[in-house]
């Protein structure tokens, strides 16, 4: 007789989609010769320039260089201050650092766990110089008080939109409105070129600059006059990427759709199993319950650790033992020796620093079957009912 145990496949916490059609044209690119930014580069740039409502977008090597060239597109550098969150990757920070200005850390609402806009007026002081909102598994920010604020005192928006490609504010597409916005392609984003990130600039005096910061500072003029008139990088995205994002914004109302679908069945099944287990009383905080915003690029929730006698760490084990990946999106930033050591405090936003332990990402992505939702569920609730503390 067999003893073979039937093993469930493994669920991780994301995973890009790449059809057979992105895989023929990244080999046709790969054929052409031409593998660095050229035509499929301006093809993407176009696609999404059209995709934002006509306004000028260029495409870099990653979403952190996205923010940097931001900043200094803003012409933010040292002894100015940039308002920003303390959850949020830390690259939203290191790039303020970066480029020789001032993070200022402003706590964070604990129902969408984004920057809280009625704390940043008290943080603004005369060398503030731009707000750096971040828009958290894809959920926006109040777009109205953000520009409201920014403009009653004179600040550039630098928005961390990493997370938000395919979000709404009213109708209206993030990115095609508003300031600097900053959107990330990396492998696990809703829109993935595997690695990548674009910048949606005002006007075409912003996009040549941003050109000239991504190659070096290099303008070319007919066929060999070259110049250097700013300190630039390398950060230009390739050809290989490009021609990836191309087919991913094909697909991208078909992802979103299945990301929404996936989503509301957490929010029911998640409920459903609380209520079986008796455990209506625990404190599971669920994300904001938006469909109308939100692109639903995580699904995050923020677990009752003061209910538990278990922590985070503990629960993610248990659920990797039953075949379930999950991720820490984020750890607040402030916490880290880099930041403690620059002078920085966690207690001083102190609902990051409880989010910012106790928060925890869930298995979302297009291609992960409907019963997974279950499995997952049940198996947190098990977990959270076997360390309820009596």
Same mark, same amino acid.
């Given at each position: 007789?067999?003893?073979?145990?039937?093993?469930?496949?493994?669920?991780?916490?994301?995973?890009?989609?790449?059809?057979?059609?992105?895989?023929?044209?990244?080999?046709?690119?790969?054929?052409?010769?031409?593998?660095?930014?050229?035509?499929?580069?301006?093809?993407?740039?176009?696609?999404?320039?059209?995709?934002?409502?006509?306004?000028?977008?260029?495409?870099?090597?990653?979403?952190?260089?996205?923010?940097?060239?931001?900043?200094?597109?803003?012409?933010?550098?040292?002894?100015?201050?940039?308002?920003?969150?303390?959850? !949020?990757?830390? %690259?939203?920070? +290191?790039?303020?650092?970066?480029? @020789?200005?001032?993070? *200022?850390?402003?706590? /964070? $609402?604990?129902?969408?766990?984004?920057?809280?806009?009625?704390?940043?007026?008290?943080?603004?002081?005369?060398?503030?110089?731009?707000?750096?909102?971040?828009?958290?598994?894809?959920?926006?920010?109040?777009?109205?008080?953000?520009?409201?604020?920014?403009?009653?005192?004179?600040?550039?928006?630098?928005?961390?939109?990493?997370?938000?490609?395919?979000?709404?504010?009213?109708?209206?597409?993030?990115?095609?409105?508003?300031?600097?916005?900053?959107? !990330?392609?990396? %492998?696990?984003? +809703?829109?993935?070129?595997?690695? @990548?990130?674009?910048? *949606?600039?005002?006007? /075409? $005096?912003?996009?040549?600059?941003?050109?000239?910061?991504?190659?070096?500072?290099?303008?070319?003029?007919?066929?060999?006059?070259?110049?250097?008139?700013?300190?630039?990088?390398?950060?230009?995205?390739?050809?290989?990427?490009?021609?990836?994002?191309?087919?991913?914004?094909?697909?991208?109302?078909?992802?979103?759709?299945?990301?929404?679908?996936?989503?509301?069945?957490?929010?029911?099944?998640?409920?459903?199993?609380?209520?079986?287990?008796?455990?209506?009383?625990?404190?599971?905080?669920?994300?904001?319950?938006?469909?109308?915003?939100?692109?639903?690029?995580?699904?995050?929730?923020?677990?009752?650790?003061?209910?538990?006698?278990?922590?985070?760490?503990?629960?993610?084990?248990?659920?990797?033992?039953?075949?379930?990946?999950?991720?820490?999106?984020?750890?607040?930033?402030?916490?880290?020796?880099?930041?403690?050591?620059?002078?920085?405090?966690?207690?001083?936003?102190?609902?990051?620093?409880?989010?910012?332990?106790?928060?925890?990402?869930?298995?979302?992505?297009?291609?992960?079957?409907?019963?997974?939702?279950?499995?997952?569920?049940?198996?947190?609730?098990?977990?959270?009912?076997?360390?309820?503390?009596?």
């Amino acid at each position: 007789m067999s003893t073979t145990k039937n093993v469930l496949p493994f669920i991780p916490f994301t995973r890009p989609h790449f059809n057979q059609e992105t895989i023929d044209a990244v080999a046709e690119v790969l054929r052409s010769g031409w593998v660095t930014s050229g035509p499929k580069l301006a093809e993407f740039e176009a696609s999404l320039s059209e995709y934002f409502g006509g306004r000028p977008v260029r495409c870099f090597a990653n979403g952190t260089a996205t923010m940097k060239i931001a900043l200094q597109v803003a012409g933010i550098g040292p002894g100015d201050e940039v308002i920003t969150t303390p959850i !949020s990757w830390v %690259a939203t920070s +290191n790039v303020i650092l970066g480029v @020789g200005a001032t993070p *200022v850390f402003v706590d /964070i $609402d604990p129902v969408t766990r984004n920057i809280d806009l009625h704390k940043v007026a008290a943080a603004i002081t005369p060398q503030t110089r731009a707000i750096m909102p971040v828009y958290l598994a894809g959920l926006p920010v109040n777009m109205d008080e953000l520009y409201a604020l920014a403009k009653q005192h004179k600040l550039r928006v630098i928005e961390d939109a990493a997370q938000a490609f395919g979000s709404q504010w009213q109708g209206q597409k993030i990115g095609s409105f508003g300031d600097l916005v900053s959107f !990330s392609f990396q %492998a696990n984003k +809703n829109l993935s070129t595997v690695e @990548g990130g674009c910048l *949606v600039l005002n006007n /075409i $005096d912003e996009a040549k600059l941003a050109e000239k910061l991504r190659l070096q500072g290099v303008t070319r003029q007919g066929m060999d006059g070259m110049d250097v008139d700013v300190l630039g990088g390398k950060d230009n995205l390739t050809d290989v990427n490009a021609v990836i994002g191309l087919h991913q914004l094909k697909q991208l109302p078909a992802f979103q759709t299945r990301r929404c679908a996936l989503a509301r069945q957490y929010f029911d099944v998640i409920r459903s199993e609380l209520k079986s287990a008796g455990l209506d009383d625990l404190k599971l905080e669920l994300p904001v319950e938006n469909f109308a915003d939100s692109n639903w690029h995580m699904f995050q929730v923020v677990l009752p650790l003061e209910q538990l006698n278990a922590d985070r760490a503990q629960v993610m084990t248990e659920l990797k033992d039953l075949g379930i990946g999950t991720g820490v999106h984020y750890p607040i930033i402030t916490g880290f020796t880099l930041y403690q050591e620059l002078g920085y405090k966690t207690e001083a936003t102190p609902i990051a620093q409880r989010i910012g332990r106790s928060i925890l990402t869930l298995p979302l992505f297009p291609g992960m079957a409907d019963e997974d939702i279950g499995r997952i569920a049940s198996a947190l609730v098990g977990i959270l009912k076997k360390h309820r503390k009596n």
